[in-house]
C-alpha cells in the first residue's frame, strides 16, 4: 500500500465520521471518494460497506446505556419493562434487515459488475434522489411527530416491517438513517422510544449499532 491509499483511506474513515450522523448515504460518499481515487466501482462499493463497520464502535460508545440495559433485558425478554421492549425491537428490525439486505447486497455488487463506470454511477445518481426524496418525507412526517403527545411503541410486525426498510440501505445511493427513521415516523406515526425522549433518531441509531 502507498501513500496515496493511505491517504485514501485516512479520507474514506474522516467523511464516513462524518457523514454517518447526517441523513445522506455515508457508504455512497465513501464509494464515490474511492472511485476517485481509481478504486474500480465495485470494489468500492464493498469497501463503502466495509467502512460503516466504524460506526459500530461510535454507536457502540454513545449508546452504551441502551446497550448495557437491552444486555440486562435478555434475563426476561419477553417482559413489558422498557429495556426488554427495545431488545425485540432491535432483535426483530435486525434480522428482517439481514433478510432484506443481503440479496441487495449481492444484487447491487452483481449489477455495478457488469456494468461500465458511467453506468454504474448512473444508477448511484439515481438512488441518491430516491434518498433526496425519503429525506423530503421523513422532514414532513418529522414535523407531525413533534407535534403529538401520544408515543407508540413499534410491535413486532411494525419491527420487522422498519427493519425491512432499512436492509434497501445495502443499496448504493440509499440513507441508511433516512431509510429507517422515514417508515419509522411513517409505521409507527409516534413512536416511542422507552428509553429516550427523541424516540424515532434514538431507535434508528440503536440499530446502526448492529449493522455497523
Known amino acids: 500500500m ?8 485516512l479520507l474514506t474513515g474522516l467523511v464516513q465520521g462524518i457523514v454517518e450522523w447526517l441523513p445522506v448515504s455515508s457508504k455512497t460518499m465513501n464509494l464515490l471518494i474511492l472511485s476517485a481515487g481509481g ?3 465495485t470494489q468500492a462499493y464493498a ?12 454507536a457502540l460508545a454513545y449508546f452504551r446505556h441502551e446497550v448495557l440495559q437491552m444486555l440486562s433485558a435478555l434475563r426476561h425478554p ?13 432483535t426483530l428490525a435486525t434480522f428482517a434487515t439481514g433478510i432484506v439486505g443481503i440479496p441487495l447486497y449481492k444484487l ?3 449489477t455495478l459488475s457488469v456494468a461500465s ?7 448511484v445518481g439515481g438512488l441518491l434522489l430516491v434518498t433526496g426524496f425519503i429525506a423530503s418525507r421523513r422532514e414532513k412526517l418529522s414535523a407531525t411527530e413533534a407535534q403529538a403527545e401520544e408515543k407508540e ?3 413486532s410486525w411494525r419491527s420487522l416491517l422498519i427493519g425491512g426498510y432499512q436492509g434497501f440501505a445495502a443499496l448504493p445511493g440509499i440513507s441508511r438513517s433516512g431509510v429507517t427513521v422515514t417508515p419509522l415516523l411513517a409505521i409507527a ?10 424516540a424515532g433518531n434514538r431507535s434508528d441509531r440503536c440499530l446502526c449499532i448492529d449493522l455497523g
Do not use: C, W, Y
Open 117 to 123: 463506470g458511467s453506468v454504474g454511477m448512473l444508477i
Open 189 to 198: 406515526p409516534h413512536p416511542f422510544n422507552p428509553l429516550a425522549n427523541h
Open 78 to 90: 419477553f417482559a413489558q419493562e422498557p429495556e426488554a421492549q427495545l431488545l425485540r425491537f432491535v
Open 47 to 58: 469497501l463503502g460497506l466495509i467502512a460503516t463497520f466504524g460506526s459500530f464502535f461510535a
Open 2 to 9: 502507498d501513500n496515496s491509499h493511505i491517504l485514501l483511506a
Open 108 to 110: 447491487a455488487k452483481q
Open 39 to 41: 478504486i474500480p466501482v
Open 153 to 155: 411503541i413499534p410491535n
